[in-house]
């Protein structure tokens, strides 16, 4: 069984601030997605990264693959209270096919003003 | 921009009851898949469809946990005589690549 683990579990911190959620498994993944949820909402994809080292940037975002694509992290730089929310990683299956998503069970995100 | 919709957005039943939920996927993407999220965990893969092929179905929760596809448009997930421990948010996502975009869930009570 593939399993994710999200670190931290929960973080709050003041806006301005830097941070860095992580994503470790010890597990291969065809692909690593990222998303954001909010309360009462479906998860929205942020980004996907497919290649071992692979380093995407969205905005303040930046997002990295690990190179044996068992981890990942997430860095926002000056962070908003716009970026609270719920941060999810998931792994795409091994062999590359199409399967469910395993899930990380998420980062609390809290950006104070 | 048409997105994944998902009916109802909430459903309120009573134990013992059959539920049907609904999705309908983006309009090109032909794999579909359902999830189930309880409170504190992240999302958990149930089953998914091919066009209108149901390709896993292993991971269903349990007999009383089916879904449908008939056209390879929209899907039904169906959860027959529910149980409390059913309570939870139900996730429709739909694909053409390894990307899945999800809709906005459906949430289920069980009294």
């Known amino acids: 069984t593939q399993l994710l683990e999200q670190s931290p579990q929960f973080l709050s911190i003041q806006e301005g601030e830097n941070l860095t959620v992580y994503c470790n498994s010890s597990?291969?993944?065809?692909?690593l997605q990222w998303y954001r949820q909010e309360p009462g909402e479906g998860p929205v994809l942020l980004v996907t990264v497919v290649t071992g080292g692979e380093v995407k940037k969205l905005k303040r975002l930046t997002f990295q693959f690990g190179d044996a694509r068992k981890d990942s992290s997430l860095h926002i730089t000056a962070a908003q209270p716009g970026d609270t929310g719920l941060y999810l990683c998931?792994?795409?299956?091994?062999?590359?096919?199409?399967?469910?998503?395993?899930f990380g069970k998420g980062t609390h995100l809290i950006i104070q003003p | 921009d048409t997105g994944v919709s998902q009916d109802p957005r909430h459903k309120i039943t009573k134990r013992g009851q059959n539920v049907t939920f609904r999705c309908d996927p983006i309009?090109?993407?032909?794999?579909l898949y359902w999830y189930r999220q309880t409170l504190g965990q992240g999302p958990e893969f149930l089953t998914y469809?091919?066009?209108?092929?149901?390709?896993?179905k292993s991971r269903l929760l349990s007999d009383r946990f089916s879904a449908e596809r008939p056209k390879g448009s929209f899907s039904t997930l169906e959860i027959q005589r529910t149980e409390q421990g059913d309570s939870a948010m139900y996730l429709c996502?739909?694909?053409?690549?390894?990307?899945?975009?999800f809709g906005p869930g459906t949430r289920l009570t069980v009294l």
């Open positions: 309009s090109e993407h032909n794999r």
């Open positions: 996502a739909s694909s053409r690549t390894n990307e899945q975009f």
């Open positions: 597990s291969v993944f065809s692909s």
């Open positions: 998931a792994g795409g299956p091994a062999g590359g096919g199409a399967d469910g998503l395993t």
């Open positions: 469809f091919q066009n209108e092929a149901q390709l896993e």
